[in-house]
C-alpha cells in the first residue's frame, strides 16, 4: 500500500464495542494510520468538530446518537468525508438507509481483516482521485440541473440537493465515459475501488438516486439510461 497515503490519514473508529474498536484501533496503527476511537455518538461527534479526520469508520448500534443520527449530522457539514459503515444487521432497508444518508460503503460484521482495510484503502483513493479529477471542472449542467463538484450539490428550478460523495463520483466517470456503455463491474472497480463480486445491487441504488436528482422522469430516464443486462450509459 502506499505508505505516505496512510501516514497522512486519520481514522476515527466510532466503537462502543471494546474488544473490537481496541482490535480495530491496532490493526489500522500496524498498517501506518493514524487512528482515534469514540466510544458512543456524542463522543464521536465532539471528535469530528474539533480534530482533522480523513475517514470515519462508524458503528450503527451506539450511545446517545446512533451511526445514522451521526452521519446524518456530519454530512450537512462535511459531504466530502468518507464514511465506512459498520452493521451487525444484514436487512437491506438498513444498508439503504445509511446509503441514503450519505454512508460511502459498509461491512456486515462479522468481516474479514483484509477486507476492512481493502475498503479503507478504496476510500481514501477515491478521496485522493476526486480531488485530482475536480481540479479543472467545477460546475457541470445536465438538463435543468447544475452540478457543482466542489461542494457536491446540484440545483433545480431553485432548489439545491446535496449530493453524496459516492453519488458525485459516479456522475463524474459516467460524464468522463459520455456515450459509452459502463458496466457495474467497471463502476465497483474503478470508482469503489472494490471486487465486483461485492454487491453490484449498491450501484443501482446510488445510480436511482442520481436519476431522482437530475431527471425529469426518472422512471423514464433521458441522461442516465440502463443498458439491460450490462450497466449504464450516459447521454445529453
Known amino acids: 500500500m502506499n505508505q505516505l497515503l496512510s501516514e497522512k490519514s486519520k481514522i476515527l473508529i466510532v466503537e462502543d464495542e471494546e474488544t473490537l474498536a481496541v482490535g480495530l484501533e491496532y490493526n489500522l496503527s500496524e498498517e501506518g494510520y493514524e487512528t482515534i476511537i469514540a466510544k458512543n455518538g456524542k463522543e464521536a461527534l465532539e471528535i469530528?468538530?474539533?480534530?482533522?479526520?480523513?475517514?470515519?469508520?462508524?458503528?450503527?448500534?451506539?450511545?446517545?446518537?446512533?451511526?445514522?443520527?451521526?452521519?446524518?449530522?456530519?454530512?450537512?457539514?462535511?459531504?466530502?468525508?468518507p464514511i465506512l459503515m459498520l452493521t451487525a444487521k444484514t436487512k437491506n432497508e438498513d444498508k439503504l438507509k445509511g446509503l441514503e444518508l450519505g454512508v460511502d460503503d459498509y461491512l456486515t460484521k462479522p468481516f474479514h481483516l483484509d477486507e476492512l482495510l481493502l475498503r479503507i484503502r478504496g476510500m481514501l483513493k477515491r478521496k485522493t482521485w476526486y480531488k485530482k479529477l475536480t481540479n479543472n471542472i467545477s460546475?457541470?449542467?445536465?438538463?435543468?440541473?447544475?452540478?457543482?463538484?466542489?461542494?457536491?450539490?446540484?440545483?433545480?428550478?431553485?432548489?439545491?440537493?446535496?449530493?453524496?460523495?459516492?453519488?458525485?463520483?459516479?456522475?463524474?466517470?459516467?460524464?468522463?465515459?459520455?456515450?459509452?456503455?459502463?458496466?457495474?463491474?467497471?463502476?465497483?472497480?474503478?470508482?469503489?475501488?472494490?471486487?465486483?463480486?461485492?454487491?453490484?445491487?449498491?450501484?443501482?441504488?446510488?445510480?436511482?438516486?442520481?436519476?431522482?436528482?437530475?431527471?425529469?422522469?426518472?422512471?423514464?430516464?433521458?441522461?442516465?439510461?440502463?443498458?439491460?443486462?450490462?450497466?449504464?450509459?450516459?447521454?445529453?
Open 139 to 236: 460546475i457541470y449542467k445536465i438538463g435543468l440541473s447544475e452540478i457543482n463538484f466542489q461542494n457536491l450539490t446540484c440545483s433545480r428550478d431553485g432548489k439545491d440537493f446535496q449530493l453524496t460523495h459516492s453519488e458525485i463520483m459516479i456522475l463524474k466517470y459516467l460524464i468522463d465515459k459520455k456515450g459509452e456503455t459502463v458496466s457495474r463491474k467497471e463502476l465497483l472497480e474503478n470508482v469503489w475501488n472494490i471486487s465486483p463480486e461485492v454487491e453490484t445491487r449498491t450501484v443501482d441504488i446510488f445510480i436511482s438516486r442520481l436519476r431522482k436528482h437530475l431527471e425529469i422522469d426518472p422512471t423514464n430516464p433521458q441522461y442516465i439510461k440502463s443498458v439491460r443486462g450490462i450497466g449504464y450509459i450516459f447521454n445529453e
Open 48 to 81: 469530528f468538530e474539533n480534530d482533522r479526520i480523513d475517514l470515519i469508520v462508524l458503528d450503527i448500534m451506539l450511545p446517545f446518537y446512533d451511526g445514522f443520527e451521526i452521519t446524518e449530522i456530519v454530512r450537512k457539514k462535511d459531504p466530502q468525508i
